[in-house]
Structures are given as structure tokens and as C-alpha cells.
């Protein structure tokens, strides 16, 4: 089945340090691949998306490039705030149809200091 | 911005007893989702719900488990006979329909409910 496997956490880095969150995945078919933010005490926020390959998708200084060679998304910022301190999952889809289920990784906790 | 809801945000409940979630999505989705998060391990899917029917479950939504959209409004998820290991984070969330040809995948969550079963 779908699978997404995230790099092994937690994560600290200083303020302005560059960010690399690294996601691979299994999935059958294209899959939509997604990256969601959970802040401390709230719900699943989508940050970025890709649904074919060779997208890139970017949000808030974040980024993240489909790649279906080496079947990775990996969640990348050049200077990261402390306010970015978060839980990071990677996610996939596998239609693009409205109504499959989402399979996430583990989460990455990402800790900024100041 | 329209936002999806759910209540309560913590529930306590001792083991055997049933206890129901409740979810508001966004009022013009059609699409409706229960996951699961135990304390420290992934995001799991339960159940996708569309035309008021289940469209998707997975092996952990097992006879325990069902969903209703008693409204136009809410959608909720019940647990029969609560266990322990029900104690997790469940979150809803909702996504709208789409049309023929275009991706409308991005599902919006809530804040979740934590639940714990003593």
C-alpha cells in the first residue's frame, strides 16, 4: 500500500538557518503530494502541494519539488523564523479526484531558537 | 475564512462507554473525513464520507466505529464501547467536490478532539 517516510526528528536550528525536511513515498499511480504544518495547540494547516512531477510547490518561504525519479518531496526554507517552530508532515494522495484519503508520515517537530 | 469545527476539544471517558465526536465542515464541502493521531506516532485515516454514505474506511474503522450526518450541518463520529487504546487525537476534516478534470484534493482540518479513556 501507500506509504510516506519522513526523516527521523526532532529538528533544532537557529534562527536564519537553512531548513531541509527530507520525504520519500511508495504509492501506486500519481499521487498528489502535500506538506502540512501543525502549530502547537491547533489542526493540520496545509502549507504547500504538488500533483504531477516536477512541481514545485511554495508557500511562506517554503518549498518542496515532486521528484518521481527518486520519489521524494522534500520540504526545504532558506532562513527559518522562530515563529516556523511546528510539527511538519508530509502527506500523498493517490487521485486527484476529491475523496481519498490522505497517508501521512511520522511528523517532523521543527524547533527554531532565536 | 471559513473554517472546519469540532467540539469538545478534550473528552474524558472511562473504558466501555461510547462517546460521540462532533465535526461542522465547511458549509459548502461534500466531502467529510475522520483521522486518528495517538500520542506520538503518524496521522491515520478512519473513514471518507460523501452523499451520506461511507465512500472509504480503513481496517482501523472496524464495527466499534460509525459516522452520521444527522444535519446539514455536523458531522460526527461515535465509538460504541471505548478502549483504552482509543485514547488519541482525531481530527476532522472536509474537502469539496470536484469537477470533471480538476483537483480539489486539499482537505482543511479542525483543531481535533483529544480523547482519553481511562
Known amino acids: 500500500g501507500d506509504s510516506v517516510t519522513q526523516m527521523e526528528g526532532p529538528v533544532t536550528l537557529s534562527e536564519e538557518a537553512f531548513l531541509t525536511i527530507n520525504c520519500t513515498y511508495t504509492a501506486t499511480g500519481y499521487p498528489s503530494l502535500f506538506w502540512y504544518v501543525q502549530y502547537p495547540g491547533e489542526g493540520l494547516q496545509l502549507l504547500l502541494k504538488?500533483?504531477?512531477?516536477?512541481d514545485k510547490g511554495s508557500n511562506k518561504g517554503f518549498e518542496a519539488t515532486y521528484r518521481k525519479e527518486t520519489t521524494s518531496f522534500h520540504l526545504e526554507k532558506g532562513s527559518v523564523q522562530v515563529s516556523d517552530s511546528a510539527v511538519y508532515f508530509c502527506?500523498?494522495?493517490?487521485?486527484?479526484?476529491?475523496?481519498?484519503?490522505?497517508?501521512f508520515g511520522e511528523g517532523t517537530q521543527l524547533t527554531v531558537n532565536p | 475564512e471559513p473554517e472546519v469545527t469540532q467540539t469538545p476539544s478534550h473528552q474524558v471517558t472511562q473504558m466501555g462507554q461510547e462517546v460521540i465526536l462532533r465535526c461542522v465542515p465547511i458549509s459548502n464541502h461534500l466531502y467529510f473525513y475522520w483521522y486518528r493521531q495517538i500520542l506520538g506516532q503518524k496521522v491515520e485515516f478512519l473513514v471518507s464520507f460523501y452523499n451520506n454514505e461511507i465512500s472509504e474506511k480503513s481496517e482501523i474503522f472496524d464495527d466499534q466505529f460509525s459516522v452520521e450526518r444527522p444535519d446539514g450541518s455536523n458531522f460526527t463520529l461515535k465509538i460504541r464501547s471505548t478502549k483504552l487504546e482509543d485514547s488519541a487525537m482525531y481530527f476532522c476534516?472536509?474537502?469539496?467536490?470536484?469537477?470533471?478534470?480538476?483537483?480539489?484534493?486539499?482537505?482543511?482540518f479542525g483543531p481535533g478532539t483529544r480523547l482519553t479513556v481511562l
Open positions: 502527506a500523498l494522495s493517490d487521485k486527484e479526484t476529491s475523496g481519498s484519503r490522505l497517508t
Open positions: 476534516a472536509s474537502t469539496e467536490a470536484g469537477l470533471a478534470g480538476v483537483s480539489y484534493n486539499e482537505q482543511f
Open positions: 504538488a500533483t504531477k512531477a516536477d
